[in-house]
């Protein structure tokens, strides 16, 4: 975990809340109620974040059910977004491709780039792997750039 990025990331998030105000709870309760953890930022450009998969979150087959790894994944994304675009962007489309199943107790890392910027959107793509480094999904995400 590289604390530098995570001062980098403390130092945006004031600097986003000093721009919009504090009507917007940054992380938001979304987020808080997954119990997301930051690992490492860099600016505008990645964050890393990880999240324990609890029993709350589990389908009938003790897995992680998929809506809640896209949670995941836009909980990721949101965060992101607003940092990259300095302003609130809304969310247009996210897909998710899943390939093995977590399982309670485990921790999900999801590691989400910005892949391109224009002035009215952002595109991004994520990877997520659980505990002993696997591959468990794949996400990617467009959202529009909130004008203030």
Known sequence: MAHSSLSILASELDDFRARVGDHLPFPPPCFTSMKGEFLEYESRKSLKVSFPVTEGSLNPQAKMQGGFLTAGFDNVFGPLS????????????IHTQYFRGL??????????????????TISMRAEAFNTGGKLVATSSTNLLIVKS
Do not use: K, N
């Open 82 to 93: 607003y940092l990259a675009a300095r302003t609130p962007c809304i969310t247009l489309d």
């Open 103 to 120: 399982e309670q107790g485990e921790i999900v890392t999801i590691a989400a780039e910005v892949v391109a910027r224009s002035p009215a």
